[in-house]
């Protein structure tokens, strides 16, 4: 059972929905794979923080166990257990696609026109409409993870400090990796992609390819990072959350809260991290985070903005 709950903010007027669905592992922002019952928030967003917050919920049989959830072409694509594919044009009516494939998809990001998606043993997937997929070869059996597009690349990161990189999703290409760690998650930010994962691992890259390491400042798990409005924003075990003027230099802010914090995402107006126990957090300048209505969620691990729309995937 699919459990959606809209939470309406006053002060707002743009709508954003927050669809949680069963996971089972632990991987990044837009990633994971899990077990237990899928809930779903929603919340319309605006320019101002919130101040109250009134909840209903709609139920929706839904039996996948999905792991992560990206936009592209007017569409939220999420990706699961065995190969499940659903996609949605409106948020609230998933359709079931064929991926052909039967591994664990754990991410998926679009680019190109394309949707692609990662996971089990080295599995890539592609489609250009989200319905008819296409397995590639990867080259690698690693459990892949995090996967990104950004300056006309794909990258995909995984476990033992696997990084692939791709210009155009289907011919793939080992990077010289700088660790032999988790490496958990990877977003393209701003001008360059940003790795992070095991003991605060961090890493640039501005082409996929030739990556460095940058001092995060912490050796706890970041499990996820983000750019907007001149900072970078990155997030992680325990609450922390580090922040960024030039994505070089990090300092940490008070999340005032300590449970891990899985996904960092920017949906317009403001900065969301989500993560262990449901939790909600929102900043309007990634420095002061506020508690934001809790989602009812065991965990909430990534999300995927677009038409005005989050969908947020967890337990």
């Given at each position: 059972m699919l459990n959606i709950h809209r939470i309406n903010k006053t002060s707002r007027t743009t709508l954003v929905a927050v669809l949680a669905?069963?996971?089972?592992?632990?991987?990044?922002?837009g990633g994971g794979g899990g077990a237990g019952a899928p809930t779903a928030v929603?919340?319309?967003q605006g320019s101002t923080p919130p101040s109250t917050h009134v909840s209903a919920k709609l139920s929706i049989k839904q039996g996948e166990l999905l792991n992560a959830v990206c936009f592209g072409n007017g569409y939220h694509v999420a990706v699961g257990d065995a190969g499940k594919v659903l996609m949605t044009s409106d948020q609230l009516t998933w359709t079931a696609a064929s991926s052909g494939s039967d591994a664990a998809l754990y991410g998926v990001t679009y680019g190109q026109g394309k949707f692609l998606a990662v996971g089990a043993d080295g599995s890539i997937l592609v489609s250009s409409n989200a319905s008819t997929w296409q397995k590639v070869d990867s080259g690698n059996s690693e459990m892949l993870y995090g996967a990104a597009y950004g300056n006309g690349r794909f990258v995909v990161t995984g476990t033992n400090g696997t990084i692939l990189n791709s210009s155009d999703g289907v011919t793939w290409t080992a990077a010289t990796s700088p660790t032999s760690n988790w490496?958990?998650?990877?977003?393209?930010c701003k001008d360059r992609f940003l790795a992070t994962g095991e003991g605060g691992a961090l890493f640039a890259s501005s082409d996929g390819s030739t990556w460095s390491a940058v001092n995060s400042g912490v050796t706890?798990?970041?499990?996820?990072?983000?750019?907007?409005n001149?900072?970078?924003v990155a997030v992680g075990e325990g609450g922390?959350?580090?922040?960024?003027?030039?994505?070089?230099?990090?300092?940490g802010v008070a999340s005032g809260v300590d449970q891990a914090l899985m996904c960092v995402a920017f949906d317009g107006n403001e900065f969301l991290a989500l993560g262990e126990g449901g939790t909600i957090l929102?900043?309007?300048?990634g420095v002061s985070w506020a508690a934001g209505t809790n989602s009812g969620s065991d965990w909430l691990y990534g999300a995927a903005v677009g038409s005005g729309t989050v969908i947020t995937v967890g337990i």
């Open positions: 669905l069963s996971l089972a592992l632990l991987p990044g922002c929603s919340s319309s490496i958990y998650s990877v977003s393209w706890t798990w970041l499990f996820s990072v983000c750019y907007a001149g900072l970078f922390t959350v580090r922040i960024s003027a030039d994505g070089l230099t990090w300092q929102t900043s309007v300048n």
